[in-house]
């Protein structure tokens, strides 16, 4: 990594800021639901704190609240969290910037401290100068440990690492390895699993591995799109019409290469998307007043055939309605077979982080991004604007 990193710094008697993403779901009496990124930041939060800081300064965003201050979106629940998984006390601060702010921090007796959400300023998101400056004079130096934002430029992720020597965290050094040597340097045979609703989510990612991949695996609801435009009946299915040319140029675009973008061969279809509807699996062909819901047998048998010689797969969205029991089958047999390869394997986050924990796979997969749109813009191969204002090594 051509950045730096905790391990370049020197944190002794200093004040750290840290950008963490502790955008966490919770429910309605704003318990948290799942705390997998406030346990995936730790291993940075602990070795900072064991290197003799004199503060650690913690700030993140929570759900959008677009500016205001939305109690529903408050930190504090994240601090009560925190404070139960480092075993010491959190301090939580109900701002992040101000006089004030400064103050508590200076006169705290604890040694982590949580910002209230960043957010709640419009100026976090318009990547204010004015903003990131009095974040960055809370202290000397910034570790950006926040991979699912740093697709963002905002001022928390981006803006503040112009005034502090700034460094990637354990997490974002992690990412952007996997993500980095997925794109640039895999281990071949090399394959890509696609899916989840929408070509258009997917189409840079397609155009950016296609020339590297071997074979791009297609399933979820974009696959119709590809389906129609072979010219198959695909029912009342999730179509993109006004990408059907698009989707014919990246068939021809993969012959072309001598690559391969491997479609459903037999579908689950039901009347109306509900979890007790009846089903039944059809051949490559939806019959009229069907819509496809999991991928069947055969195209799980046909995917297998294919992933069972990579070495390394990246994969970034679910192949049917995962959340639903009945058409989940699909998603979970193609993970649990890729969980038992001797093959480098990067889930993309978002849904299918969602459908592998589901499927309590978690622990079988190489690498599973913490961030959804952060990690698709990466194997687009787009520069992150909070990657690339860290300090250079």
Same mark, same amino acid.
């Given at each position: 990594?051509?950045?730096?990193?905790?391990?370049?710094?020197?944190?002794?008697?200093?004040?750290?800021?840290?950008?963490?993403?502790? #955008?966490?779901?919770?429910?309605?009496?704003?318990?948290?639901?799942?705390?997998?990124?406030?346990?995936?930041?730790?291993?940075?939060?602990? !070795?900072?704190?064991?290197?003799?800081?004199?503060?650690?300064?913690?700030?993140?965003?929570?759900?959008?609240?677009?500016?205001?201050?939305?109690?529903?979106?408050?930190?504090?629940?994240?601090?009560?969290?925190?404070?139960?998984?480092?075993?010491?006390?959190?301090?939580?601060?109900?701002?992040?910037?101000?006089?004030?702010?400064?103050?508590?921090?200076?006169?705290?007796?604890?040694?982590?401290?949580?910002?209230?959400?960043?957010?709640?300023?419009?100026?976090?998101?318009?990547?204010?100068?004015?903003?990131?400056?009095?974040?960055?004079?809370?202290?000397?130096?910034?570790?950006?440990?926040?991979?699912?934002?740093?697709?963002?430029?905002?001022?928390?992720?981006?803006?503040?690492?112009?005034?502090?020597?700034?460094?990637?965290?354990?997490?974002?050094?992690?990412?952007?390895?996997?993500?980095? #040597?997925?794109?640039? #340097?895999?281990?071949?045979?090399?394959?890509?699993?696609?899916?989840?609703?929408?070509?258009?989510?997917?189409?840079?990612?397609?155009?950016?591995?296609?020339?590297?991949?071997?074979?791009?695996?297609?399933?979820?609801?974009?696959? !119709?799109?590809?389906?129609?435009?072979?010219?198959?009946?695909?029912? #009342?299915?999730?179509?993109?019409?006004?990408?059907?040319?698009?989707?014919?140029?990246?068939?021809?675009?993969?012959?072309?290469?001598?690559?391969?973008?491997?479609?459903?061969?037999?579908?689950?279809?039901?009347?109306?998307?509900?979890?007790?509807?009846?089903?039944?699996?059809?051949?490559?062909?939806?019959?009229?007043?069907?819509?496809?819901?999991?991928?069947?047998?055969?195209?799980?048998?046909?995917?297998?055939?294919?992933?069972?010689?990579?070495?390394?797969?990246?994969?970034?969205?679910?192949?049917?309605?995962?959340?639903?029991?009945?058409?989940?089958?699909?998603?979970?047999?193609?993970?649990?077979?890729?969980?038992?390869?001797?093959?480098?394997?990067?889930?993309?986050?978002?849904?299918?982080?969602?459908?592998?924990?589901?499927?309590?796979?978690?622990?079988?997969?190489?690498?599973?991004?913490?961030?959804?749109?952060?990690?698709?813009?990466?194997?687009?191969?787009?520069?992150?604007?909070?990657?690339?204002?860290?300090?250079?090594?």
């Amino acid at each position: 990594m051509a950045k730096l990193t905790v391990k370049d710094l020197d944190f002794k008697g200093k004040t750290v800021l840290m950008r963490a993403d502790f #955008n966490v779901p919770q429910d309605a009496a704003l318990n948290i639901t799942d705390d997998t990124r406030i346990r995936a930041t730790l291993p940075t939060i602990k !070795y900072i704190l064991e290197q003799g800081v004199k503060k650690l300064v913690l700030m993140s965003h929570l759900g959008r609240p677009d500016g205001k201050v939305v109690a529903k979106y408050s930190l504090k629940p994240v601090a009560a969290r925190l404070e139960e998984l480092l075993g010491q006390d959190v301090l939580f601060l109900n701002d992040c910037i101000g006089e004030n702010i400064k103050k508590e921090i200076a006169a705290a007796k604890e040694k982590v401290i949580l910002l209230e959400n960043l957010r709640f300023h419009a100026e976090e998101e318009a990547n204010d100068a004015g903003f990131a400056k009095q974040l960055a004079g809370l202290a000397d130096v910034f570790v950006n440990d926040a991979f699912g934002t740093a697709h963002r430029a905002h001022a928390s992720t981006e803006e503040v690492a112009h005034y502090l020597k700034s460094a990637a965290g354990f997490l974002l050094e992690k990412e952007i390895q996997y993500l980095g #040597n997925a794109v640039q #340097n895999p281990q071949k045979p090399f394959m890509v699993i696609l899916g989840g609703a929408k070509v258009s989510d997917k189409i840079g990612m397609i155009e950016n591995l296609l020339p590297k991949a071997d074979a791009i695996i297609v399933g979820g609801g974009m696959a !119709y799109t590809f389906l129609k435009a072979q010219g198959k009946a695909i029912g #009342n299915s999730k179509l993109e019409k006004d990408k059907l040319d698009l989707a014919k140029s990246l068939l021809e675009k993969a012959k072309s290469l001598g690559k391969e973008i491997v479609l459903p061969v037999d579908n689950v279809v039901v009347e109306t998307i509900d979890a007790n509807a009846e089903f039944q699996v059809v051949g490559e062909e939806v019959p009229e007043g069907k819509i496809a819901v999991d991928i069947g047998p055969e195209t799980i048998k046909l995917f297998e055939d294919k992933l069972k010689s990579a070495k390394t797969i990246v994969w970034n969205g679910p192949l049917g309605i995962f959340e639903m029991d009945a058409f989940s089958k699909g998603t979970e047999e193609v993970a649990e077979f890729i969980a038992g390869l001797k093959a480098v394997t990067i889930i993309g986050g978002g849904d299918t982080a969602a459908a592998i924990a589901k499927f309590k796979l978690e622990n079988k997969m190489t690498h599973i991004s913490t961030g959804g749109g952060a990690s698709l813009e990466y194997l687009e191969g787009k520069t992150l604007p909070g990657v690339a204002a860290l300090s250079d090594k």
